[in-house]
């Protein structure tokens, strides 16, 4: 990976960008970090950082159950 590549590649969102990836109010994404469910971390009093890895591995989570639960309702709908 060349050095270009390592500066412009995120590895760390901000709460909003978080926010308006996971379709979360910003209370409610504070409340998740506060109980563990989803890391990050604060550099300082003010401001948290969560890592990008996390959000996609949310998102790829999420995109599992939402297609779980489609093929189920689905397959209880036929018969």
């Known amino acids: 990976m060349s050095k270009k590549n390592v500066e412009t590649e995120k590895l760390f969102l901000t709460l909003n960008e978080t926010c308006k990836m996971l379709r979360l ?7 998740l970090i506060k109980q563990g469910k989803i890391k990050a971390f604060k550099p300082s009093i003010r401001v948290w950082r969560i890592p990008v890895e996390e959000v996609k591995s949310i998102l790829i989570s999420t995109s599992i ?11 209880v709908d036929c018969v």
Request: proline share 6%; glycine share 0%; aromatic share 6%.
């Open 25 to 31: 109010s910003r209370p409610t994404l504070v409340k």
């Open 65 to 75: 159950k939402v297609c779980l639960y489609i093929i189920v309702k689905e397959t």
